[in-house]
């Protein structure tokens, strides 16, 4: 591999140092070997998730009253960076760590948390949040699944889509209206334990353009009964804002894929272009390949300079909604841009199936998409910017 290498981040300390270290040695030695028959198969087998429970892949934010290691997300931030530039992309353990565990860990009870968190971290729980719906992405507010109170259980009604981890996930936050006539505040999130529980059904992990791996599935919730002890929060109707506070740090860990993928394209590309030859000449000697290769690898150290920036700034608790977009939006359009030039410099092959820059040019596609699509970041800096 070449020695291309994006600054070091300031907030990476001696732990997490050791922390890369054993992360890259998980991912070379217990992933790289299987990954083509995972994204064959749609989904990362459950006992890969249990290994990572044992390796302290899992869980790392979470407090060591619960069996964590009492990390911040600076660990999850490690974690996920060393998978996207190993390549093991499909992985859904971004968002069981710095997603869906952040739920329980700001708004659990205790109960739910000494019940739930362990199960997380050891890998039996694996996590889900159930938000998009048919007719419902980005306009959270008109979600139609509903979740009604019948004695001291709540029935929730209604379809999921586009849920990762949904093949494989048995806990499940589940947004839902408790009150469909109050728009936003009528929203509540309701923890769903699926093992063995009736009315709960998975459709079709779903056939989608790149990250075959990352099962991506419909969930159905058919008169599923549930206990109102799974309310998550000490009232119903705080939903939305519980949504509406952790997506910056789901966002920002969208800007930690995109900036680890953009360092593992200009690795690669500087490889290949280094062995490669063209009218007798390397295709690295040729002008516009050292000009693309510059400007590329500008720009990303650019990025990474950002992005630690952010992660520093989340971690003293200053990150702001807006700032949060702006790495989503811009370090996401940034990625694609250098995928696809990295792409060009490999010719005929970069659409190659068995060389890197295919499986990327797919991959990266969704995440200008999910955690709300690059248009809304903008609105959302927008108005930051313009609210009096």
Not at 254 to 282: C, M, N, P, S, W
């Amino acid at each position: 591999m070449t020695n291309l290498e994006f600054p070091k981040s300031a907030w990476i300390d001696d732990e997490l140092s050791m922390l890369e270290d054993a992360c890259r040695q998980f991912y070379e030695r217990e992933c790289a070997p299987h990954y083509e028959d995972w994204e064959a198969e749609g989904a990362f087998p459950r006992d890969l998730w249990r290994k990572a429970g044992e390796m302290g892949l899992l869980g790392a934010e979470v407090p060591e009253a619960y069996g964590g290691l009492g990390g911040s997300f600076a660990h999850d931030a490690v974690i996920a960076y060393q998978g996207n530039l190993a390549g093991i992309d499909g992985w859904g353990g971004g968002l069981h760590n710095s997603i869906v565990i952040p739920y329980l860990i700001h708004y659990g009870s205790e109960d739910q948390k000494h019940a739930i968190l362990p199960r997380m971290i050891s890998g039996e729980l694996i996590g889900a949040i159930a938000m998009t719906e048919p007719g419902a992405g980005s306009d959270l507010q008109n979600i139609k699944t509903t979740a009604v109170k019948d004695g001291n259980h709540y029935r929730i009604r209604g379809s999921k889509t586009f849920i990762t981890n949904g093949a494989l996930a048995n806990l499940i936050i589940v947004a839902a209206k408790t009150d469909p006539d109050a728009a936003g505040h009528g929203i509540s999130l309701i923890l769903v334990e699926t093992d063995g529980l009736e009315g709960f059904r998975r459709g079709r992990n779903l056939d989608k353009l790149g990250m075959k791996s990352n099962d991506t599935s419909e969930l159905f919730f058919d008169d599923v009964r549930v206990p109102t002890s799974a309310l998550l929060g000490p009232e119903e109707g705080q939903g939305f804002v519980q949504m509406m506070q952790q997506l910056p740090q789901e966002r920002l860990l969208v800007a930690v894929y995109a900036v680890a993928r953009i360092e593992r394209a200009l690795r690669h590309t500087v490889d290949y272009v280094k062995e490669r030859a063209a009218f007798g000449q390397r295709i690295a000697e040729f002008q516009n390949t050292q000009f693309v290769l510059a400007e590329c690898t500008t720009e990303g150290t650019v990025a990474k300079t950002f992005l630690d920036a952010c992660i520093a700034e989340h971690l003293e608790g200053r990150l702001t909604t807006e700032k949060a977009s702006m790495a989503k939006y811009w370090l996401t359009d940034l990625q694609a841009k250098i995928i696809d030039r990295c792409l060009q410099l490999f010719g005929g092959y970069g659409v190659m199936a068995e060389y890197p820059m295919e499986r990327m040019y797919r991959d990266n596609r969704i995440e200008r998409i999910y955690a709300g699509t690059n248009e809304i970041m903008k609105l959302v800096i927008a108005r930051g910017l313009l609210k009096d």
